[in-house]
């Protein structure tokens, strides 16, 4: 796989000699693009320092007789935690969730055993806590279990989303191919265009890291547009040639793709 995306980047009309890759191999590939593209999340959920430490020695707030009891005097308990950039609230049972500003933006509501999760002030979920309580949960390893859920899911979130953003570029660029139905399986083609997003994904991976101002960011993506007109160009030029042997006959390396086995070898795929 290394050299198929080195081929990707490089040299993007040997791609074709992969045409014949499975499905399943395509959904690697993907997979594996999604990581790098993913790694500035990585990067900002292990290197997030928030301005008050999440744990529960600084809410002042601890579950007793399974219920959220806040005594401390000294914290203003309307105002926010930070968690991962939402807002976090801890109240007792009496204080009203109304009165927080949560109008704008995310917000998690720890209160008596619920844990509320709110977005632009309207409430998506609850969740109740009161067998794990009853278990012996404490706030403290429960902050913490949230923490580390979150990220988790914030990584396979941003993986997946990534994996559907990429099968969408390879379909819009195969769009073009349409025309040559009758002389080149779509299936194929999609899957040589698939193999040409690499460009495309090192831009975000490095967009991600670096957050590219939005002209650098789009003559960036203009670039790494190259490899899949080329594979587009390529893949016409072979067309062409095929449905005009009197004009020009191609070598037999030029036909257009067809099912036969590839000719990448196994090397390719380390």
Not at 78 to 104: C, H, K, M, R
Not at 159 to 178: E, G, R
Not at 244 to 252: H, K
Request: glycine content about 6%; charged content about 15%; hydrophobic content about 50%.
């Amino acid at each position: 796989m290394y050299k198929l995306i080195v081929d990707g980047i490089v040299n993007p009309r040997n791609l074709l000699k992969y045409r014949n890759k499975s499905g399943w191999y395509v959904l690697a590939f993907f997979t594996i693009l999604a990581l790098f593209i993913s790694i500035g999340t990585i990067v900002f959920l292990v290197g997030y320092q928030p301005t008050v430490p999440f744990e529960a020695a600084a809410t002042g707030c601890a579950y007793e007789s399974g219920s959220l009891v806040c005594t401390d005097p000294d914290i203003a308990y309307d105002e926010p935690f930070d968690f991962y950039g939402i807002q976090a609230y801890f109240l007792n049972a009496d204080d009203e969730v109304s009165s927080l500003d949560i109008s704008t933006g995310s917000a998690i509501v720890f209160q008596e055993h619920f844990i509320g999760f709110f977005d632009q002030g309207k409430q998506l979920m609850t969740m109740d806590l009161a067998e794990e309580l009853a278990a012996g949960l404490t706030l403290d390893v429960m902050m913490q279990t949230l923490l580390r859920w979150y990220a988790i899911v914030a990584v396979l979130v941003s993986v997946l989303f990534n994996i559907i953003l990429l099968a969408f570029f390879a379909a819009m660029a195969s769009i073009s191919i349409m025309r040559l139905r009758n002389y080149i399986r779509y299936g194929m083609a999609y899957k040589i265009l698939a193999f040409a997003t690499t460009p495309f994904a090192i831009v975000l991976t490095f967009h991600n890291l670096l957050h590219f101002n939005d002209i650098i960011l789009m003559a960036l993506m203009v670039v790494s547009f190259r490899s899949a007109f080329l594979v587009i160009r390529e893949l016409f030029d072979q067309a062409y040639a095929y449905m005009n042997p009197g004009n020009q006959e191609p070598p037999a390396s030029e036909a257009p793709p067809t099912s036969e086995p590839d000719d990448s070898g196994s090397d390719d795929d380390r």
